[in-house]
């Protein structure tokens, strides 16, 4: 038998889900984190892995850390960073998580710190958008539904969305 706490964890769970089905565009807020700009790079080729990129601002009093990232479309989703020294790209797995400081913004965004997908276990090809989980040290889970697009696709919606 299931008690109590199990199925409001459930029925939570469900209305998350429910609730970050949004498109590109749109904001998530989520206990002090305001959550934007969030979209998974198309897999080019037969490439096995891609990457994923998010914008979060911390509006609390208090430091906040992504502490992981998960999903089931791939065997392993990790938090990277990447720079390039002597011509030399760089990318180190950020076992920690990355910390987002109070009033401040972490950016996840091509050429930086980033979100890998790792030996894909499933074609991204024909798919628009991806469940991603994302584990907060201090707010807790929420799933947020990834668009799936390329860099011309993400510049194209930056610039016909307009604030009315």
Known sequence: MYSLKHLLNFVF???????????????????????????????IANN???SGYIKIENKNE?????????????????????KIKNDIMIMKHLEEGVLIKSKSQLNLKPGSSHIMFIDLTKSLKKIKNQKVKFNFEKAGSIIINMPIMNKTEKSNKKKKHRHH
């Open 62 to 82: 208090k430091n906040e850390r992504l502490i992981s990232v998960e999903s089931d479309f791939s065997k392993i989703t990790e938090l990277h960073d990447m």
């Open 13 to 43: 769970s469900f209305i998350l889900i429910l609730l970050s089905s949004q498109s590109f565009s749109e904001t998530i807020s989520f206990k002090g984190l305001v959550l934007s700009d969030f979209w998974i790079k198309k897999v």
């Open 48 to 50: 096995n892995t891609t």
